[in-house]
């Protein structure tokens, strides 16, 4: 029973099973929650530590019955988003920039990145690479927004 409980949130329900890019639509998911919930970033991060904790936890779990780095464990994708919108204006522009970016981010796996990915094992290695995506967005997004 909590093996299934572990997929079924590690997989995000129904969406990481998506039979093409289950992780764009993971990010989709937090894109969508963000924009319908409209939180601000004290909201934003009450939102993301409980899910990346519960996210170390289900993805370790769920890797183990759905393979290393299974691309149907898509929290890691979700909480990274999150991730890429915190201290950032919540309007449509910078959501859906955020979004593109963290995509590129995320399937580049610019260094060191894919490094975090090989030698941090279980969940926290899952969760952490697609922070570091999130790291990486939210930086140039504030670039952006500070210079332009």
């Known amino acids: 029973m909590a093996d299934r409980v572990y ?3 590690a997989t995000l329900g129904f969406v990481g099973y998506m039979p093409v890019a289950p992780g764009t639509f993971g990010t989709a998911v937090s894109l969508l ?5 409209k939180p601000d970033n004290l909201e934003l991060v ?6 990346f904790l519960l996210g170390v936890l289900t993805s370790h779990n769920a890797e183990k019955a759905l393979g290393k780095d299974s691309g149907h464990i898509i929290i890691d994708e979700f909480c990274g988003y999150l991730l890429c919108v915190l201290f950032v204006p919540k309007n ?10 963290f995509r590129f981010f995320d399937v580049l796996k610019p260094p060191p ?4 990915e ?9 969760m952490l690479d697609d922070l570091l995506a999130g790291v990486y967005t939210n930086i140039c997004i504030q670039v952006w927004r500070h210079l332009f």
């Open 7 to 9: 997929k079924l949130i």
């Open 33 to 37: 929650l963000v924009t319908l919930l």
């Open 46 to 51: 009450l939102i993301f530590l409980p899910a």
């Open 92 to 101: 449509t522009g910078y959501l859906i920039a955020a979004f593109f970016l």
């Open 113 to 116: 990145i894919r490094r975090i």
């Open 118 to 126: 090989r030698i941090v094992p279980g969940g926290a290695g899952i």
